[in-house]
């Protein structure tokens, strides 16, 4: 059997865990493959970025190893999780769980298409990608990225 399928990675700058389950999402940038995150016009970093993984399926009795990882669209890997395991979950029986990953002071060091990857005991589980792009600077339209 299998790690339960990731069903969306939705990214924001932050989330808060509410009373009754609820998650209360903070500047909200989008869902991948459609996200786009706007970098500020200074060299400052973006203070937080959130990626939330919502995954559903049937619990296999299995512990399993998990990581995140963020590539620039050379490839080089720009942000990694470190490495987690999952508690085993009854087998044949329906999970529905999320995960987040919150990273400080994010720097990308190019505008353009960022690839995401939610590895599960070695192997690629997810993949889909984002775009970063340069604020606007007025009276230069052409200044985005």
Request: charged share 25%; aromatic share 10%.
């Amino acid at each position: 059997m299998a790690f339960p399928a990731v069903k969306w990675c939705v990214i924001c700058e932050d989330l808060r865990r509410e009373q009754g389950g609820l998650v209360s999402l903070l500047g909200f940038y989008g869902v991948v493959p459609d996200a786009e995150v706007v970098m500020p016009d200074s060299d400052l970093p973006i203070d937080r970025l959130c990626f939330f993984l919502l995954m559903q399926g049937e619990g296999d009795g299995e512990k399993h190893r998990y990581v995140f990882r963020v590539s620039d669209p050379t490839g080089r890997e720009v942000l990694t999780s470190s490495e987690s395991t999952s508690e085993p979950g009854p087998v044949g029986v329906g999970v529905r769980t999320t995960i987040a990953y919150t990273f400080m002071a994010t720097r990308f060091p190019l505008p353009g298409a960022y690839r995401i990857t939610f590895n599960v005991d070695g192997r690629e589980h997810f993949s889909s990608r984002f775009t970063v792009r340069g604020r606007l600077r007025r009276g230069n339209p052409a200044a985005s990225s």
